[in-house]
């Protein structure tokens, strides 16, 4: 069973950078894992923010951006504000058809 | 822009079946490339991908659940569903239907989502 890995929690200061990082229990992440990346705020459905690695969807602001960073994947929030206070789920496709989900990251911005 | 609204029983008995519809909206279901897919989420819990379905009827199973699940389409509805057998109450969730793209799996359209509580 693939396992994966995000911080349950980060904290950063508004107008400051975090990134926020989506691993594998085993193994190391690639662009091969198709990487997307979902906010989401209490009582609200996920938003997606980032697929395939580092595609903004439509609307997401440009301070939001992934990557690969080492063996994992990353989204960078660059100028962090209140309203980015949210939980962040990554999701990685694991091949024969199959997502998984991160245990997801409760950032806290202050 | 496509929309999906989930539907069904709010409150289930343990050990009977789960049933959940996702009608999709502002768009044909058998249109482009896109799987039809199913998550949940326990309360102050993260999310766990179920599954999904093409529109051939073609599905992919989350393997700790795949001996309980079934997703089917009717395109003839512009509707996909949910069946979770033999439930307890640690299948209590939020139910989401989201539309994933066929080439890298990105959830890209989400319905609100719906309650399912197990309980007797």
């Known amino acids: 069973q693939t396992v994966v890995t995000q911080e349950p929690s980060f904290s950063v200061s508004p107008g400051g950078t975090v990134t926020l990082t989506c691993g594998l229990s085993?193994?190391?992440?690639?662009?091969?894992?198709?990487p997307s990346w979902y906010q989401q705020t209490p009582g609200q459905a996920p938003r997606t923010l980032i697929y395939s690695t580092n595609t903004r969807s439509s609307g997401v602001p440009d301070r939001f951006s992934g990557s690969i960073l080492g063996n994992k994947a990353a989204l960078t929030i660059t100028g962090a504000q209140a309203d980015d206070e949210s939980d962040y789920y990554c999701?990685?496709?694991?091949?024969?058809?199959?997502?998984?989900f991160g245990g997801g990251t409760k950032l806290t911005v202050l | 822009q496509v929309q999906l609204q989930e539907s069904g029983p709010g409150l289930v008995k343990p050990s009977q079946t789960l049933s959940l519809t996702c009608t999709v909206s502002s768009g044909s279901i058998s249109r482009g490339s896109y799987y039809w897919s199913w998550i949940r989420q326990p309360a102050g819990k993260g999310l766990e991908w179920i599954g999904r379905i093409y529109t051939s009827g073609s599905t992919n199973y989350n393997p700790s659940l795949k001996s309980r699940v079934t997703i089917s389409v009717d395109t003839s509805k512009n509707q996909f569903s949910l069946k979770l057998s033999s439930v307890t109450a640690a299948d209590t969730a939020v139910y989401y239907c989201?539309?994933?793209?066929?080439?890298?799996?990105?959830?890209?359209?989400w319905g609100k989502g719906t309650t399912v509580t197990v309980s007797s």
């Open positions: 085993s193994g190391s992440v690639s662009t091969n894992y198709y």
């Open positions: 989201a539309r994933a793209a066929a080439g890298d799996a990105t959830l890209d359209v």
């Open positions: 999701v990685l496709y694991v091949g024969s058809g199959i997502s998984v």
